[in-house]
């Protein structure tokens, strides 16, 4: 059994596609209405029909006033790590904090470098993921930024504003390398769907997770740990992912929760977005929130 003990958070994935732009904002609002958490937008800006991630969220952040918003997973090699800094850092003075920075190495190297970008891979990946975490840390606390190395050459920036609260730092990570930085480096961990990082599969990765936190002296309970979660409330032949009616959805958020240590749930509806999403905000979310506390109560 691996429960943090964190409180629970929910929240909704956006379809970044402009085709769905109407949609995607009756989501947004109503996501915020059914009292969800958070508002997360993928982050592929190498695909022709999705819009930019920051000017969506900005956008939305715009029309709404609670509900908070994560990149899932901002593209580290895509977006220099000082003008990320300042691009969040910007959007959380402007929303009162509602800003959580969801950040990933580069996976598709090569649509990377199809937008200019280096395309790096393996160790080199890392290692530059590694650096652009210290950088963004630096730039979101509103420190002077003086670095040269191989990836990076900033000869004194003095960043700013610094953001009303502080921005957390969730590192998207597969591989034990990348995993191990985010026990070292990061706020919290963005799983990646739970059809790539299957429920059996998780075990092992929390455990890199907490061995490399432990070791470099840092509390691994103070870290989330997110599960982007593709499936359908309902009977649905073929829907990949997690498929069954409230009562499963339950019983299988809970069992994640307490069994796999995951304190935050961000639902990806593989049809009927609007549908599923007030089905997940008003059933499934209070039912889960209820049998966690009740286990925990009980221990």
Not at 220 to 246: F, H, K, S
Request: a negative charge.
């Amino acid at each position: 059994m691996t429960d943090y003990l964190r409180p629970l958070s929910f929240g909704l994935s956006l379809d970044p596609a402009a085709g769905s732009w109407p949609l995607t904002r009756r989501l947004a609002l109503t996501a915020e209405r059914l009292d969800l958490d958070h508002l997360a937008v993928q982050d592929h800006p190498y695909q022709p029909d999705h819009l930019d991630a920051w000017t969506l969220i900005s956008h939305l952040a715009a029309l709404t006033e609670r509900i908070g918003f994560v990149t899932d997973v901002a593209d580290l090699q895509l977006r220099p790590p000082v003008m990320l800094a300042k691009a969040a850092a910007s959007l959380s003075a402007l929303t009162d904090g509602r800003v959580r920075l969801g950040v990933g190495g580069g996976g598709i190297p090569d649509a990377i470098a199809s937008m200019g970008g280096p395309a790096r891979r393996g160790p080199d990946m890392v290692a530059y993921a590694e650096e652009s975490l210290a950088l963004l840390r630096a730039g979101l606390n509103g420190e002077a930024v003086r670095h040269h190395s191989p990836y990076h050459s900033i000869g004194g920036y003095q960043a700013g504003p610094i953001p009303p609260r502080p921005v957390e730092l969730w590192l998207g990570a597969q591989k034990r390398r990348m995993l191990a930085l985010t026990g070292r480096h990061a706020d919290g961990w963005i799983s990646p769907l739970n059809i790539y990082v299957t429920p059996r599969e998780v075990p092992s990765r929390q455990e890199v997770i907490d061995e490399a936190a432990a070791a470099a002296g840092r509390d691994p309970r103070t870290l989330r740990r997110v599960y982007n979660v593709i499936g359908a409330i309902g009977e649905r032949t073929g829907a990949p992912g997690l498929v069954g009616d409230v009562e499963r959805w339950t019983d299988t958020l809970t069992e994640w929760a307490v069994d796999l240590g995951f304190d935050t749930f961000v639902l990806w509806p593989v049809a009927e977005p609007e549908r599923q999403a007030a089905l997940f905000a008003g059933e499934v979310v209070p039912a889960v929130r209820e049998r966690v506390e009740a286990i925990r109560s009980a221990w």
